[in-house]
T-cell receptor
Framework: QKEVEQDPGPLSVPEGAIVSLNCTYSNSAFQYFMWYRQYSRKGPELLMYTYSSGNKEDGRFTAQVDKSSKYISLFIRDSQPSDSATYLCAMSDDFNKFYFGSGTKLNVKP | EAQVTQNPRYLITVTGKKLTVTCSQNMNHEYMSWYRQDPGLGLRQIYY???????DKGDVPEGYKVSRKEKRNFPLILESPSPNQTSLYFC????????????FGPGTRLTVT
């Protein structure tokens, strides 16, 4: 069983839609949760970081962590064509070893 | 410009021929890490280093070696590459204590025939 599961998509939405991206995990020791965005032919870049459970908001992006369900989400409001990318969730229990999901490819249509 | 650089960016080689992929960062970061990215499997951590001469295994270290003799460099060594090591490789760095915010290099596409 993989440590982190993520639906690969692709997910196609119209501009302005609310997007929900999700990951599930099996290791209850994970306490650091991250979302990275990866454009085609580029390295990933950090979008959001959350420690333990709860919500965190940054502009149009909201990250949620539900440790009881081992489930994390990233919401994108008012999605833009420039948000079209692959979104990777990542987790860690010790801040040294990291486990990534396989990524969800998002396409926002103008 | 603050950046992580990798060389080469593309490499086609044959089974068993030793190769090294270099990674260098100019941000004075303590923590550096290597990942491979494969379709359907996502990013998987190969090795990481918390500082000079301190390295440890990630999730998929088999068939790889690393060294950290200088703070800025973290080369990835494949002593006897095999076709199952064909992949896209990323190096990343970050200050210690902020390892959630890893800065990734541009990637190295490796094909082993």
């Amino acid at each position: 069983q993989k440590e982190v599961e993520q639906d690969p998509g692709p997910l196609s939405v119209p501009e302005g839609a609310i997007v929900s991206l999700n990951c599930t995990y099996s290791n209850s020791a994970f306490q650091y949760f991250m979302w990275y965005r990866q454009y085609s032919r580029k390295g990933p870049e950090l979008l959001m970081y959350t420690y333990s459970s709860g919500n965190k908001e940054d502009g149009r992006f909201t990250a949620q962590v539900d440790k009881s369900s081992k489930y994390i989400s990233l919401f994108i409001r008012d999605s833009q064509p420039s948000d079209s990318a692959t979104y990777l969730c990542a987790m860690s229990d010790d801040f040294n070893k990291f486990y990534f999901g396989s990524g969800t490819k998002l396409n926002v249509k103008p | 410009e603050a950046q992580v650089t990798q060389n080469p960016r593309y490499l086609i080689t044959v089974t068993g021929k030793k190769l090294t992929v270099t990674c260098s960062q100019n941000m004075n970061h303590e923590y550096m890490s290597w990942y491979r990215q494969d379709p359907g499997l996502g990013l998987r951590q190969i090795y990481y280093s918390m500082n000079v001469e301190v390295t440890d295994k990630g999730d998929v270290p088999e068939g790889y070696k690393v060294s950290r003799k200088e703070k800025r460099n973290f080369p990835l060594i494949l002593e006897s590459p095999s076709p199952n090591q064909t992949s896209l490789y990323f190096c990343a760095s970050t200050p210690l204590g902020r390892t959630y915010e890893q800065y990734f290099g541009p990637g190295t596409r490796l094909t082993v025939t």
